[in-house]
């Protein structure tokens, strides 16, 4: 059984065939689900979608993309939403400055906004950081009693051992099949069995061999299989330990 820790299940592209693709998930094996939230109309979609599944759990939050339109006012339907007790984390918030759009100081503080909330309520976050390692870290250390999981890690197997001692967990997604994966295998060796999370980021981050097609949770076997294989442990034990440690960061019993 497996336990997809990121997928946006509520993006458009599923609209068609959404009943069909639930049932695939299931048959491909997947157990849980977490439903990421990116901005205010699909952290709704995603607490709607978890009471609907029972097998699904959302995250709420907005995207560094959305960080423009967190305010006072979206943190409070933020604060309101996280009662339904279907919502596990605050996410996905952070910082992605490939193309700083909105700007740099505009994304730090809806990413502080967020990590400010997740600390009065205390649930753990789900982060996206992207070209942005240093301002991560310097936001991330504010808040020293809030953990959660850096969602496709990017960063270098150093980032990945300071995080690692600060109590984080790590993502692992589709990229991990890919032939030029390199920096991959190298995070994937210091991190230990027990902070590893797969991830299919479904619709995107597809893996081989299906790359270039929509993603969707019944892949994450793939990733399995590939971390399995650089670990050296059998693929059954690795997607057991990915849904124990998917469970216990999420406090899903
Ligand atoms: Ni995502």
Redesign the pocket.
């Known amino acids: 059984m497996y336990f997809d820790s ?3 299940l509520g993006e458009d592209c599923f609209a068609q065939d959404f009943v069909h693709i639930v049932e695939n998930m299931r048959t491909a094996g997947v157990s849980g689900m977490m439903e ?1 939230g ?1 901005d205010g109309p699909s952290s709704y979609h995603a607490v709607e979608l978890a009471n609907r599944y029972d097998w699904i759990w959302a995250a709420v939050g907005s ?1 560094p993309d959305d960080a423009a339109q967190v305010d006072e006012a979206r943190i409070e339907e933020y604060r309101a939403l996280c009662e339904d007790p279907r919502v596990k984390a605050i996410g ?1 918030i952070g910082l992605d400055y490939h193309y700083e759009d909105p700007p740099r100081d505009v994304q730090q503080r809806a990413f502080r906004m967020q990590m400010e909330l997740a600390q009065k309520l205390s649930l753990p976050v ?1 982060i ?1 950081e992207r070209e942005a390692h240093e301002d991560g870290l310097r936001i991330i250390s504010d808040f020293p009693d809030v953990t959660g999981v850096f ?2 890690f990017s960063g270098s197997p150093e980032m990945a051992q300071e995080l690692l001692k600060l109590g984080w967990y790590l993502g692992f997604d589709g990229p991990v099949t890919y032939k030029n994966a390199r920096r991959a295998p190298e995070v994937a060796a210091v991190t230990p069995l027990d902070r590893m999370l797969i991830e299919t ?1 479904s619709p ?1 981050m597809t893996p081989v061999p299906y790359r270039g097609k929509r993603n969707d949770s019944g892949y994450v076997r793939l990733v399995a299989e590939k971390l399995a294989e650089w670990k050296g442990v059998a693929p059954e034990e690795m997607a057991r330990l990915t849904t124990e440690n998917g469970k216990r960061l999420f406090r899903i019993s």
């Open positions: 990121h997928a946006h990421i990116f995207h996905e789900v996206h969602h496709c980021d995107y």
